[in-house]
Protein backbone atom coordinates (compact mmCIF):
# COMPACT_ATOMS: atom_id res chain seq x y z
CA UNK A 1 0.00 0.00 0.00
CA UNK A 2 1.23 3.63 -0.68
CA UNK A 3 0.40 6.47 1.21
CA UNK A 4 -1.99 7.80 -1.44
CA UNK A 5 -3.88 4.48 -2.05
CA UNK A 6 -7.10 4.24 0.13
CA UNK A 7 -7.44 2.28 2.76
CA UNK A 8 -8.45 -1.48 3.09
CA UNK A 9 -8.15 -2.32 6.63
CA UNK A 10 -6.61 -1.22 9.86
CA UNK A 11 -3.65 -3.03 10.96
CA UNK A 12 -3.69 -4.91 14.58
CA UNK A 13 -0.09 -4.63 16.32
CA UNK A 14 1.11 -6.56 19.03
CA UNK A 15 2.68 -4.22 21.69
CA UNK A 16 4.38 -6.71 23.41
CA UNK A 17 7.62 -6.29 20.57
CA UNK A 18 7.80 -2.47 22.51
CA UNK A 19 10.34 -4.32 24.64
CA UNK A 20 11.51 -7.44 23.16
CA UNK A 21 12.14 -5.58 19.67
CA UNK A 22 11.74 -1.66 19.75
CA UNK A 23 13.15 -1.44 16.24
CA UNK A 24 10.89 -3.69 14.81
CA UNK A 25 7.70 -2.37 16.37
CA UNK A 26 8.47 1.11 15.39
CA UNK A 27 8.78 -0.03 11.77
CA UNK A 28 4.72 -1.38 12.20
CA UNK A 29 3.50 2.00 13.58
CA UNK A 30 5.54 3.65 11.15
CA UNK A 31 4.01 2.10 8.21
CA UNK A 32 0.48 2.62 10.04
CA UNK A 33 1.02 5.72 10.27
CA UNK A 34 1.85 6.81 7.22
CA UNK A 35 -0.41 4.48 5.17
CA UNK A 36 -3.41 4.06 7.19
CA UNK A 37 -2.94 6.96 10.49
CA UNK A 38 -4.98 4.09 12.56
CA UNK A 39 -3.88 1.03 14.11
CA UNK A 40 -5.21 -1.70 17.08
CA UNK A 41 -2.49 -2.74 19.73
CA UNK A 42 -3.01 -5.69 21.47
CA UNK A 43 -1.03 -6.40 24.49
CA UNK A 44 -0.72 -2.29 25.55
CA UNK A 45 -0.24 -2.83 29.24
CA UNK A 46 -4.03 -2.22 30.53
CA UNK A 47 -5.46 -5.51 32.16
CA UNK A 48 -9.44 -6.26 30.66
CA UNK A 49 -10.44 -5.65 34.39
CA UNK A 50 -8.67 -2.10 34.58
CA UNK A 51 -10.35 -0.86 31.49
CA UNK A 52 -13.84 -2.16 32.58
CA UNK A 53 -13.50 -0.88 36.09
CA UNK A 54 -13.51 2.59 34.29
CA UNK A 55 -16.05 2.26 31.80
CA UNK A 56 -17.95 1.48 35.02
CA UNK A 57 -17.24 4.77 36.48
CA UNK A 58 -17.99 6.15 33.18
CA UNK A 59 -21.26 5.07 32.80
CA UNK A 60 -22.25 6.26 36.79
CA UNK A 61 -21.63 9.88 35.86
CA UNK A 62 -23.51 9.66 32.94
CA UNK A 63 -26.83 8.23 34.67
CA UNK A 64 -26.92 11.38 37.16
CA UNK A 65 -29.38 14.19 36.64
CA UNK A 66 -28.25 16.67 34.05
CA UNK A 67 -28.32 19.45 36.23
CA UNK A 68 -26.00 17.46 38.56
CA UNK A 69 -23.41 17.51 35.48
CA UNK A 70 -23.84 20.95 34.63
CA UNK A 71 -22.61 21.85 37.66
CA UNK A 72 -19.20 20.75 35.36
CA UNK A 73 -20.00 22.39 32.56
CA UNK A 74 -16.48 22.57 29.95
CA UNK A 75 -14.82 25.72 30.81
CA UNK A 76 -12.36 27.93 28.67
CA UNK A 77 -9.77 25.33 29.17
CA UNK A 78 -11.47 22.68 27.51
CA UNK A 79 -12.30 21.05 30.87
CA UNK A 80 -15.32 18.95 32.27
CA UNK A 81 -18.90 18.47 31.06
CA UNK A 82 -19.78 18.85 27.53
CA UNK A 83 -23.76 18.17 26.89
CA UNK A 84 -25.40 16.03 24.32
CA UNK A 85 -25.42 19.08 21.28
CA UNK A 86 -23.21 21.07 22.56
CA UNK A 87 -20.50 19.95 20.34
CA UNK A 88 -20.42 20.11 16.72
CA UNK A 89 -17.12 18.91 14.99
CA UNK A 90 -18.33 19.09 11.32
CA UNK A 91 -20.73 22.07 11.47
CA UNK A 92 -21.11 22.04 7.77
CA UNK A 93 -22.69 18.87 7.72
CA UNK A 94 -24.49 18.16 11.16
CA UNK A 95 -25.53 22.02 12.17
CA UNK A 96 -27.54 20.22 14.55
CA UNK A 97 -24.08 18.85 16.75
CA UNK A 98 -23.02 15.40 17.73
CA UNK A 99 -25.78 13.39 19.39
CA UNK A 100 -23.08 12.46 22.51
CA UNK A 101 -22.27 13.77 25.63
CA UNK A 102 -18.38 14.02 27.29
CA UNK A 103 -16.21 14.66 30.37
CA UNK A 104 -13.12 15.71 29.89
CA UNK A 105 -10.57 14.53 32.60
CA UNK A 106 -6.78 16.72 33.01
CA UNK A 107 -4.06 15.27 33.77
CA UNK A 108 -3.17 14.92 37.66
CA UNK A 109 -0.62 17.21 39.76
CA UNK A 110 0.70 14.39 41.86
CA UNK A 111 -1.73 12.57 43.77
CA UNK A 112 -4.74 15.56 43.11
CA UNK A 113 -6.71 16.40 40.49
CA UNK A 114 -6.45 19.57 38.39
CA UNK A 115 -10.14 20.55 38.41
CA UNK A 116 -12.91 19.86 40.63
CA UNK A 117 -14.49 16.03 39.68
CA UNK A 118 -17.99 15.17 39.81
CA UNK A 119 -18.52 12.81 42.99
CA UNK A 120 -18.42 9.37 40.89
CA UNK A 121 -15.04 10.44 40.16
CA UNK A 122 -13.47 12.16 43.37
CA UNK A 123 -14.27 8.73 45.32
CA UNK A 124 -12.22 6.71 43.03
CA UNK A 125 -9.48 9.50 41.79
CA UNK A 126 -6.50 6.92 43.04
CA UNK A 127 -8.00 4.73 40.40
CA UNK A 128 -8.52 8.07 37.83
CA UNK A 129 -4.74 9.12 38.23
CA UNK A 130 -3.68 5.59 37.87
CA UNK A 131 -5.28 5.53 34.61
CA UNK A 132 -4.57 8.36 33.08
CA UNK A 133 -0.88 7.67 33.99
CA UNK A 134 -1.03 4.52 32.05
CA UNK A 135 -2.95 5.95 28.93
CA UNK A 136 0.65 8.59 29.06
CA UNK A 137 2.83 5.93 29.58
CA UNK A 138 1.15 4.23 26.43
CA UNK A 139 1.23 7.12 24.16
CA UNK A 140 4.98 7.92 25.16
CA UNK A 141 5.79 4.43 23.84
CA UNK A 142 4.19 4.78 20.55
CA UNK A 143 6.20 8.39 20.11
CA UNK A 144 9.74 6.41 21.25
CA UNK A 145 8.68 3.98 18.31
CA UNK A 146 8.01 6.66 15.87
CA UNK A 147 11.43 8.37 17.03
CA UNK A 148 12.95 5.11 16.43
CA UNK A 149 11.61 4.94 12.89
CA UNK A 150 11.89 7.90 11.61
CA UNK A 151 15.79 7.56 12.51
CA UNK A 152 16.13 10.47 14.35
CA UNK A 153 19.58 11.47 15.13
CA UNK A 154 20.48 11.37 18.79
CA UNK A 155 22.33 14.62 18.63
CA UNK A 156 18.78 15.83 18.05
CA UNK A 157 16.63 14.18 20.66
CA UNK A 158 16.80 10.55 19.21
CA UNK A 159 14.64 8.10 20.65
CA UNK A 160 12.88 10.86 22.64
CA UNK A 161 12.70 13.69 20.40
CA UNK A 162 8.69 13.63 20.44
CA UNK A 163 8.24 12.43 24.16
CA UNK A 164 10.42 15.08 25.40
CA UNK A 165 7.92 17.16 23.86
CA UNK A 166 5.23 15.57 25.57
CA UNK A 167 6.57 15.06 29.24
CA UNK A 168 3.82 14.39 31.79
CA UNK A 169 4.77 17.19 34.22
CA UNK A 170 5.03 19.38 31.44
CA UNK A 171 2.13 22.12 30.94
CA UNK A 172 0.18 20.65 28.08
CA UNK A 173 -3.98 20.04 26.57
CA UNK A 174 -3.98 16.24 27.63
CA UNK A 175 -7.52 14.63 28.78
CA UNK A 176 -8.79 11.74 29.43
CA UNK A 177 -12.54 12.31 27.48
CA UNK A 178 -15.34 9.64 28.71
CA UNK A 179 -17.64 9.41 25.79
CA UNK A 180 -21.35 8.70 26.65
CA UNK A 181 -23.40 8.37 22.49
CA UNK A 182 -27.02 7.51 23.44
CA UNK A 183 -29.63 5.60 21.97
CA UNK A 184 -32.63 6.50 20.17
CA UNK A 185 -35.83 5.85 21.18
CA UNK A 186 -37.10 4.18 18.83
CA UNK A 187 -36.05 2.44 15.28
CA UNK A 188 -35.68 5.35 12.54
CA UNK A 189 -33.70 6.16 9.43
CA UNK A 190 -32.63 9.14 10.96
CA UNK A 191 -29.84 11.58 8.80
CA UNK A 192 -28.09 12.26 12.20
CA UNK A 193 -24.60 11.61 13.28
CA UNK A 194 -23.40 10.16 16.95
CA UNK A 195 -19.65 12.30 16.03
CA UNK A 196 -19.66 13.92 12.83
CA UNK A 197 -16.33 13.87 10.25
CA UNK A 198 -13.04 15.07 12.10
CA UNK A 199 -9.29 14.74 12.69
CA UNK A 200 -8.20 14.51 16.20
CA UNK A 201 -6.46 18.01 17.03
CA UNK A 202 -3.32 16.83 19.03
CA UNK A 203 -0.74 14.41 18.30
CA UNK A 204 -1.85 11.19 19.74
CA UNK A 205 -5.24 9.36 20.65
CA UNK A 206 -5.64 6.41 22.17
CA UNK A 207 -9.58 4.99 22.15
CA UNK A 208 -10.94 2.66 24.39
CA UNK A 209 -14.59 0.92 22.91
CA UNK A 210 -17.16 -0.84 25.21
CA UNK A 211 -18.39 -2.99 22.56
CA UNK A 212 -20.98 -1.31 20.36
CA UNK A 213 -19.12 -0.15 17.25
CA UNK A 214 -20.38 2.73 14.82
CA UNK A 215 -16.73 3.96 14.09
CA UNK A 216 -15.47 4.34 10.53
CA UNK A 217 -12.46 6.23 9.10
CA UNK A 218 -12.02 7.88 5.59
CA UNK A 219 -10.87 5.59 3.65
CA UNK A 220 -9.93 7.91 0.57
CA UNK A 221 -7.92 10.67 1.79
CA UNK A 222 -8.07 12.79 -1.22
CA UNK A 223 -11.49 12.77 -1.73
CA UNK A 224 -12.91 15.93 -4.32
CA UNK A 225 -16.14 16.48 -2.34
CA UNK A 226 -18.25 15.02 0.45
CA UNK A 227 -20.11 12.80 -2.22
CA UNK A 228 -16.94 11.38 -3.22
CA UNK A 229 -15.89 9.87 0.19
CA UNK A 230 -15.54 6.16 1.04
CA UNK A 231 -15.72 4.83 4.69
CA UNK A 232 -14.25 2.27 6.45
CA UNK A 233 -15.36 0.47 9.56
CA UNK A 234 -13.33 0.80 12.78
CA UNK A 235 -14.89 -2.07 14.17
CA UNK A 236 -14.11 -3.12 18.29
CA UNK A 237 -11.68 -6.00 18.26
CA UNK A 238 -11.44 -7.44 21.50
CA UNK A 239 -8.86 -6.93 23.71
CA UNK A 240 -7.65 -4.12 21.43
CA UNK A 241 -6.97 -0.60 21.79
CA UNK A 242 -7.38 1.61 18.66
CA UNK A 243 -4.58 4.38 18.23
CA UNK A 244 -4.73 7.34 15.70
CA UNK A 245 -2.55 10.40 14.83
CA UNK A 246 -3.43 13.80 15.00
CA UNK A 247 -2.80 16.98 13.01
CA UNK A 248 0.04 17.32 15.00
CA UNK A 249 1.77 14.65 14.19
CA UNK A 250 1.22 15.47 10.69
CA UNK A 251 2.59 18.83 10.55
CA UNK A 252 5.38 18.17 12.84
CA UNK A 253 6.19 15.25 9.50
CA UNK A 254 5.35 17.70 6.92
CA UNK A 255 2.25 15.24 5.90
CA UNK A 256 4.57 12.24 5.70
CA UNK A 257 2.49 10.81 8.83
CA UNK A 258 -1.14 11.19 8.38
CA UNK A 259 -4.48 11.98 10.60
CA UNK A 260 -6.89 10.53 9.04
CA UNK A 261 -10.81 11.82 9.05
CA UNK A 262 -13.41 9.84 11.28
CA UNK A 263 -16.65 9.80 12.55
CA UNK A 264 -19.15 7.63 14.49
CA UNK A 265 -22.55 6.55 13.06
CA UNK A 266 -25.69 5.24 13.63
CA UNK A 267 -26.20 1.43 12.43
CA UNK A 268 -29.28 -0.90 12.50
CA UNK A 269 -27.77 -2.81 15.10
CA UNK A 270 -26.39 0.21 17.35
CA UNK A 271 -29.13 3.12 16.82
CA UNK A 272 -31.58 1.53 19.65
CA UNK A 273 -27.97 0.74 21.98
CA UNK A 274 -26.03 3.43 24.07
CA UNK A 275 -22.45 3.42 22.95
CA UNK A 276 -19.62 4.33 25.41
CA UNK A 277 -15.86 4.83 25.11
CA UNK A 278 -13.00 6.45 26.64
CA UNK A 279 -10.59 8.20 24.40
CA UNK A 280 -7.09 10.15 25.84
CA UNK A 281 -6.10 12.74 23.62
CA UNK A 282 -2.09 13.70 23.95
CA UNK A 283 -2.44 17.80 23.09
CA UNK A 284 1.60 18.95 23.32
CA UNK A 285 0.95 22.23 24.96
CA UNK A 286 3.34 24.66 24.16
CA UNK A 287 5.32 22.18 21.81
CA UNK A 288 6.46 24.14 18.62
CA UNK A 289 5.25 22.65 15.65
CA UNK A 290 8.98 22.21 14.13
CA UNK A 291 9.53 20.08 11.18
CA UNK A 292 11.27 16.57 12.66
CA UNK A 293 15.13 16.02 11.83
CA UNK A 294 14.54 13.00 9.62
CA UNK A 295 15.78 11.64 6.75
CA UNK A 296 12.26 10.58 5.78
CA UNK A 297 11.12 13.99 5.60
CA UNK A 298 12.03 16.45 2.31
CA UNK A 299 13.95 19.39 3.13
CA UNK A 300 11.59 21.07 0.07
CA UNK A 301 8.72 20.99 2.91
CA UNK A 302 10.43 21.94 6.20
CA UNK A 303 8.56 25.67 5.30
CA UNK A 304 5.15 23.97 5.10
CA UNK A 305 4.65 24.50 9.41
CA UNK A 306 5.25 28.54 9.50
CA UNK A 307 2.44 30.24 10.11
CA UNK A 308 1.74 33.79 8.76
CA UNK A 309 -0.08 36.33 9.41
CA UNK A 310 -0.16 36.87 13.26
CA UNK A 311 3.37 35.67 13.44
CA UNK A 312 7.09 36.49 12.27
CA UNK A 313 8.53 34.32 9.87
CA UNK A 314 11.01 32.24 12.14
CA UNK A 315 8.26 31.69 14.59
CA UNK A 316 6.18 28.02 14.59
CA UNK A 317 2.75 27.66 15.52
CA UNK A 318 2.73 25.62 18.83
CA UNK A 319 0.32 22.80 19.49
CA UNK A 320 -1.41 24.95 22.36
CA UNK A 321 -2.22 27.51 19.10
CA UNK A 322 -3.62 24.77 17.20
CA UNK A 323 -6.21 23.42 19.39
CA UNK A 324 -7.58 26.49 20.56
CA UNK A 325 -8.02 27.19 16.85
CA UNK A 326 -9.83 24.05 16.53
CA UNK A 327 -11.79 24.33 19.59
CA UNK A 328 -12.84 27.41 18.92
CA UNK A 329 -14.46 26.63 15.72
CA UNK A 330 -15.91 23.49 17.82
CA UNK A 331 -18.18 25.25 20.58
CA UNK A 332 -20.05 28.22 19.79
CA UNK A 333 -19.39 28.80 23.90
CA UNK A 334 -18.49 27.47 26.67
Excluded at 21 to 36: E, F, M, R, S
Excluded at 61 to 73: G, V
Excluded at 291 to 320: C, G, H, N
Amino acid sequence: MTAAADISHIPIIDFSLFKSDPTQCGKLILDAAQNVGFFYLRNFGFTRDEVEEMFYLSKDFFDTPKDDKSNYAIDKDNLGYSAVRQEAVDPVNYSQGDFKESFHIAKFKGDDPSQPLPPVFDAQKEKVNKFVRGCHTIVTQIMECLAIALEIPESEGGRTWFSSRHAYDMPSNDVLRVLHYPALDHPNKVDDIRIGRHSDYGSLTLLFQNGIGGLQIQANRDAPDEKSIKWLDAPVVDDCLTVNLGDCLEYWTCSLLRSTKHRVIFTPATQMKPRYSMAYFCQGGQAKLEPVPSRFIPKSQMQSLKTSDDQDETSSLTAAQHLEMRLNATYSSY
